[in-house]
């Protein structure tokens, strides 16, 4: 089936710094989706890409869709506690009518104050 | 809140033993989804429902089985149970089938199996 391999796995850093996360595909997706799990919730999702090369901002977080459509990345500037969680990345394959989303395993971020 | 919700929140059982996981999907959502979280496998997709039928499996065990109800809401029922079930499971909703990736999820169940 269809794998995403999302790294880094954790990563603790110092508030204000900035933060890449990215994620890798053997397969193509049409959709790339980025979501957030804070402690004890579900996941919500953070940005959504639908086209090839496409950047899309969120506030202080940026994503993009990269050109292969086999990854995404994730960033998020000067970051402050409230961005500790679980960040996932998501893929969905469109065009045959229906697919699932298939998600990585997820980056944990701790954030220090 | 995402509006959708499931119970129970916890549950602690034993192996071998047979537990049903509840979810209301948001007002006028017609698809669920579940999902299991374990911390070596992040979320894993179990299967969909819309308005009543199913739509999808992932990787569902056999022992795991759900429906959806007409009134919309689904259950998961999980039988013969092992210690490695012990995970958070979570509900997810939409509008329709093929979505936008927007998928609005729960807060979870998390079965511990002792």
């Known amino acids: 089936g269809q794998q995403l391999n999302q790294s880094p796995q954790s990563m603790f850093i110092q508030e204000g710094e900035d933060v890449s996360m990215n994620c890798t595909s053997s397969?193509?997706?049409?959709?790339w989706l980025w979501y957030k799990q804070d402690p004890g919730e579900g996941p919500v999702l953070l940005i959504a890409?639908?086209?090839?090369?496409e950047l899309t901002s969120n506030g202080r977080l940026t994503a993009q869709f990269g050109i292969t459509r086999k990854d995404s990345f994730l960033n998020i500037s000067a970051s402050i506690p409230s961005d500790v969680g679980i960040y996932f990345c998501?893929?969905?394959?469109?065009?045959?009518?229906?697919?699932?989303?298939?998600f990585g395993k997820g980056t944990m971020l701790l954030v220090s104050p | 809140d995402s509006g959708v919700t499931q119970t129970p929140k916890h549950l602690i059982t034993a192996t071998g033993q047979r537990v049903t996981l509840r979810c209301s999907p948001r007002?006028?959502?017609?698809?669920v989804y579940w999902y299991q979280q374990s911390l070596d496998q992040g979320l894993q997709f179990l299967i969909h429902?819309?308005?009543?039928?199913?739509?999808a499996k992932g990787n569902i065990l056999e022992r795991f089985s759900a429906q959806q109800f007409p009134d919309l809401h689904s259950e998961l029922n999980l039988s013969s149970l092992e210690l490695g079930d012990s995970a958070l499971y979570f509900c997810?909703?939409?509008?329709?089938?093929?979505?936008?990736?927007?998928?609005?999820f729960g807060e979870g169940s998390r079965l511990t199996v002792l």
């Open positions: 397969s193509i997706f049409n959709t």
């Open positions: 890409l639908y086209k090839a090369g």
């Open positions: 998501a893929g969905q394959l469109q065009g045959s009518g229906y697919s699932t989303l298939t």
């Open positions: 429902y819309y308005n009543g039928e199913e739509r």
């Open positions: 007002s006028g959502d017609l698809s």
């Open positions: 997810a909703s939409t509008r329709g089938i093929s979505n936008t990736g927007e998928l609005f």
